[in-house]
């Protein structure tokens, strides 16, 4: 059994934004394409408890975003539900020059980053951010250019464990479910 990652509380203090790839990472990677009456369809199974943790991000005051290398109404969808802050689908992969643009819109310091990815396309953004996370089924040149792996694969909550562990590592975590459990029980919080 591979050891939990562990972060340390100056480092997850200095990030202010997350960006998520989506096939590998949000995904377990596979996709379903097929055909209705001449439309082409594509699916993707998400994991339900890492958009909770994405939701616990945002309650966080983090910025939320995702980069991915794929055009997929299925990405659209999900992004909107999360209400992520930015949403990048680029079919040529150029996900450096993306989050380049995000990070002066917005003003933040690549420094600031926490940025989870899983294979190749990642490795150029892995290697400037501030934090560089990759899942555990992620490819060797990944996982090389990350500070952290975490311990669960792509789709089947890596993106949860690396919300948790962030938060946690914050001092966030406990206040955050408690504020989420009160919301439930209470009505909901904005």
Not at 30 to 55: A, N
Not at 144 to 150: H, R, S
Request: hydrophobic residues 45%.
């Amino acid at each position: 059994m591979t050891a939990p990652p562990i972060l340390d509380a100056d480092s997850a203090r200095r990030v202010k934004y997350v960006v998520f790839d989506v096939d590998g990472v949000m995904t377990d990677g596979g996709v379903f394409l097929g055909d209705v009456d001449g439309r082409r369809l594509e699916f993707k199974k998400y994991d339900i408890q890492d958009g909770l943790g994405i939701l616990l991000l945002r309650w966080a005051g983090l910025r939320v975003g995702i980069i991915t290398g794929r055009v997929s109404e299925s990405v659209a969808l999900r992004a909107a539900e999360l209400k992520v802050d930015d949403l990048v689908q680029d079919d040529q992969a150029r996900k450096l020059l993306s989050l380049k643009k995000i990070c002066q819109k917005h003003n933040i310091d690549l420094q600031e980053v926490a940025f989870v990815g899983d294979d190749l396309p990642d490795v150029g953004v892995l290697r400037v951010v501030g934090l560089p996370v990759v899942v555990a089924n992620a490819t060797d040149d990944a996982v090389k250019a990350a500070k952290v792996t975490l311990t669960r694969p792509g789709g089947a909550g890596a993106v949860r464990e690396f919300c948790e562990l962030l938060l946690r590592a914050r001092g966030e975590w406990d206040a955050l479910v408690e504020r989420y459990v009160h919301s439930r029980v209470e009505g909901p919080v904005k």
